[in-house]
DNA sequence: GTGAAAGCGCTAACAA
DNA sequence: TTGTTAGCGCTTTCAC
């Protein structure tokens, strides 16, 4: 490989001080004609590029933005990407992606690693790591607004508490199910859906079962396997509330594959309204999300921060995240024939 | 905002000198224990984070790769960052993402931006430049992967020329079809696509009809309302060749808001083979690749490249990518009714 | 308008 | 084993 010029090289085939280099490429302090033809020359012969490192040790600004984020398999990860890349972008901001697996460990690990790098900000999303743990990594240290993670500093952008589960939830039991079953997990960020669910059975005094409650996994073998345990159930449940979009569509495939049909013999419902559930087997009724929205906010509001450094205190608030129902037709109503 | 702490604050605090301090924290001179002890100590107390760009500064190693990829919106593009991001990652090395949105000029942009952030290497996916800036921009001065690019140095990751598509449009053809359009576009990577299809249809004596030919955007709008176009002719085609599944999702879509039946009013026949492709209302019909692994295999040689550091005589090479037709439920066959 | 020199935070000789 | 110093590539005083 080549050996990569510095300005130094520049100021020495233009034969000037490299401070005339600098300012020339900077334009910071005006520059003789004569002077900034022979840097620019120079600059085109050598195909010169600043270090932007060496700028950034400077500066204390390194346009980049750490973006922690599980993983890159459910679909409403890259379509909240694509909203905070977009919102960043126009700014001059790149985005470095951790995907952290929901590993606590592994979460921890990039983070600290970004933190080294001197990243401007950082988007944290379904962050598995505990309040007190994030706190004490990241409050007063760095810009970082949160997603779907309830940190108590911070930026964060959130779902409206449980009410959108228990929404779900009710309009199941509005469609005359009585044994419903849940899919998802029970922790820190998304915890509140279980809440939701739970509200709602209650509410309406329908049956909690704890064997309904599935806890599983992320990997569509683990939801896959659980589900197939599920629907073997002598009892089985005839409709599930799914706490999210990616795991609805593993439960009907399982479901195909068991040669149970959807919605006749089962309901689902789910939630985010990834842009490809309208437009499955059986289109998804789920609790819409404005997805790309949210990372559109989600960007614009990191560059805000960064560019004010408003400190934590100025910073905290919480943004609810706006939904709605969206009936397709993976839910039966059972009122007809029960 | 607190200022964050410096190896000097360290040193200071630990009351030795800062290069004892770099040695502990990085083992590379044997260290007394009272000394080593005290530096970490320091650091527990200081919260020191090391600079990593001091560091590249010195090291000349960022650990970060560059992937310069159209958008994210196309999800083979997300499929095949998972891979490339999980090959990567358990080498040390990070992503950064820079979205083209298939312009020649903010790729072109791109690419200055990380050559001055000394990224390690770069991935570039679907290039829209020419060879010619490409070579000028990038060879020698660092490492590159390629994939469906078509570059003439680097390592490239690419299609077996236009079989491909030769084989999706014959296809179609021994499936009946006399009246066969293609959509997708025409510059560099991808034309080869566009070749298999001429191909094919002058091999087996189709006719090739310059209407039946959309050279579309990659909205979905443009396609939607090149679809709506193209189905709207008098005499329509009974058979797409899609060049690749995103756009043969949108077509499915438009078709169905027109109410064309798939496949019993047109046949569909896509290329990619994402993830979702069989799930779909419609499950299509495509050229399967292996995405995921391409990302992998993408990654990994890119490291190797890197750490190898191999000039760029030794590293071009092709790596063409294996693929499958894989049959499913969007083309009929015409020999019956016809 | 321009150059010399200090310094960003770190590593790596070089002495001691 | 340890500290001093030079230097990575750049920006920014500070003189001239």
């Not at 020359?41 to 590029?49: C, N």
């Not at 204390?60 to 919102?87: C, D, H, Q, W, Y």
């Not at 007063?140 to 409206?160: L, R």
């Not at 990616?246 to 006749?264: N, S, Y």
């Amino acid at each position: 490989m080549d050996r990569v010029s510095t300005i130094k090289d520049v100021a020495k085939l233009a034969n000037v001080s490299i401070s005339t280099v600098s300012r020339v490429l900077n334009g910071t302090t005006p520059v003789s004609k004569e002077s900034s033809d022979k840097v620019y020359k120079a600059v085109e012969v050598l195909d010169y590029k600043p270090n932007a490192m060496a700028r950034s040790l400077i500066s204390k600004k390194t346009m980049t933005i750490a973006v922690i984020i599980p993983n890159l398999s459910n679909l409403f990860f890259p379509e909240l990407l694509r909203g905070i890349s977009k919102a960043v972008e126009k700014e001059g901001y790149f985005l470095i992606i951790c995907n952290t697996d929901y590993s606590s460990e592994k979460e921890e690990k990039y983070i600290n690693q970004m933190l080294e790098r001197r990243v401007d900000g950082f988007i944290i999303v379904s962050s598995s790591i505990s309040n007190e743990k994030l706190t004490q990594m990241l409050k007063g240290k760095t810009s970082v607004v949160f997603v779907y993670s309830y940190a108590d500093f911070g930026y964060n952008i959130m779902e409206d508490g449980i009410k959108a589960t228990y929404d779900a939830t009710k309009y199941l039991i509005h469609m005359g199910h009585k044994k419903i079953a849940c899919i998802g997990w029970r922790f820190k960020g998304v915890n509140v859906r279980y809440m939701g669910f739970r509200k709602a059975l209650e509410e309406f005094n329908v049956d909690f079962r704890n064997e309904y409650v599935i806890d599983c996994g992320y990997s569509k073998e683990e939801i896959t396997n659980n589900t197939i345990k599920l629907l073997k159930m002598k009892d089985r449940p005839t409709g599930i509330v799914a706490f999210n979009d990616d795991t609805a569509i593993a439960i009907m495939m399982a479901a195909k594959d068991m040669g149970i049909k959807i919605p006749e013999d089962l309901s689902i419902i789910g939630y985010d309204n990834i842009s490809i559930s309208n437009i499955l087997l059986k289109p998804l009724t789920t609790i819409s999300v404005p997805i790309h929205k949210m990372g559109i906010n989600a960007g614009k509001k990191i560059i805000q921060i960064i560019d004010n450094s408003i400190s934590y205190s100025d910073t905290y608030r919480e943004e609810y995240i706006p939904y709605e129902l969206i009936e397709r037709e993976s839910v039966k109503s059972m009122d007809i024939d029960s």
